[in-house]
């Protein structure tokens, strides 16, 4: 999808001339979408990954035709392996601080807007200036996604003095699979050089990598039997149970922390049935052990999704209750307290 016209602003491609990943082929390869479909079929009919009845994957299509319409038709990917990640900046005169925005959606989609656009407006209301990112996911698998948010902070960073920025205050925020996304790139990724066949290192890639402060909100903190496994992988891994756990250790966020890991902010509603708020207690554990500073808050209400805590973000269907905000709204004030601390 792409911003509401009222919230885009100017968009900034973060690569050179060499994106590690695009091919060039089409998405053919990996996507077989349908625009004839309705809303119907392809929630109910051709669930994918969203299909909680069953661990097995069935017809993609569904999945498919959503990325198609709201990435390629209405959004900013293409039908090929070409597509440009970018930042968008929403800066505050004076604001020695910023926050790169992850929007979430399963590595899907993005919900550009709502944790996106609306990130930004709550966080320059705060004195903090902040970057949208625009990453490539699906059919993308890892590790570009990871590479995308690492080529934005080194971006940012080397740029720093034009945005009058601290480059020391550099922090990342992202929601669901966009917390995974964060999560995995200030654990894991952080400053590891670039390792794609064929990518030549330019004079961007030699700046620190690694953020100075993480937030992950309903984050994905573990994908160990998760359908995301297809999105991020692909059928093949998900299906085969030894691939399936060597790529959940892989990105296992609590079995990677080291001493390089910067301080984390976490937050989730208790009753998200969407990810298990409290498997960010096991990552705070290990947080904890390697004497990481972290701070951790479970609300107990506000289901999924809540981003800038508006009550129109949330598309609602049929028979579906809307969320009660009042207790997870609190995460915007919280998140901020504990930038200023941290940075």
Known sequence: MRFSPEKEKEIIKIWGEKIPGNTGESKHDRMNWDDSLSPEDMFVKYPGIWDKTTDKIG??????????????????????????????????????????SCPGGAYLTKSIDSEGADIA?????????????????????????????????????FHADEYGIDPDKIATVGFSA????????AVITQDNPVNVEGYVSDEIDK?????NAAGLIY??????????????????????????????????????????????????????DVIDAYHMVD????????????????????????????????????GFVPPDLTAVSQWKDLFVTWLNKVL
């Not at 209301?125 to 934005?152: E, H, N, T």
């Not at 966009?178 to 790139?185: A, D, R, S, Y």
């Not at 700046?207 to 953020?211: A, C, E, H, M, N």
């Not at 994908?223 to 149970?241: F, G, H, L, P, R």
Request: charged content about 25%.
């Open 59 to 100: 017809d993609m299509r569904g999945n498919d035709t959503m990325v198609y319409r709201e990435e390629i038709k209405d959004g900013y990917a293409n039908e090929t392996y070409v597509d440009e990640p970018f930042i968008v900046p929403y800066l505050v005169p004076g604001s020695k601080k910023c926050v790169i």
């Open 283 to 318: 990552f705070a554990r290990a947080l904890r052990d390697k004497k990481i500073p972290h701070e951790l808050h479970v609300f107990p209400y506000g289901g999924h999704g809540f981003g800038g805590c508006k009550p129109n973000d949330t598309i609602y269907y049929p």
């Open 219 to 272: 984050p994905a903190v573990t994908v160990a039997d998760d359908k995301i496994q297809v999105v991020m992988a692909d059928v093949e891994t998900y299906n085969d149970s030894e691939k399936r756990a060597a790529f959940a250790a892989k990105y296992e966020l609590k079995d990677h922390v080291n001493e390089d890991v910067c301080p984390i902010f976490m937050c989730n509603a208790a009753d998200d």
């Open 121 to 157: 407006e709550f966080l320059n209301a705060a004195g903090i200036s902040c970057f949208v990112l625009w990453y490539r996911s699906y059919p993308y698998k890892a590790p570009y996604m990871f590479l995308d948010l690492q080529r934005a902070i080194r971006y940012v960073r």
């Open 207 to 211: 700046v620190d990598g690694k953020p």
């Open 178 to 185: 966009g917390g995974n996304l964060v999560g995995v790139q």
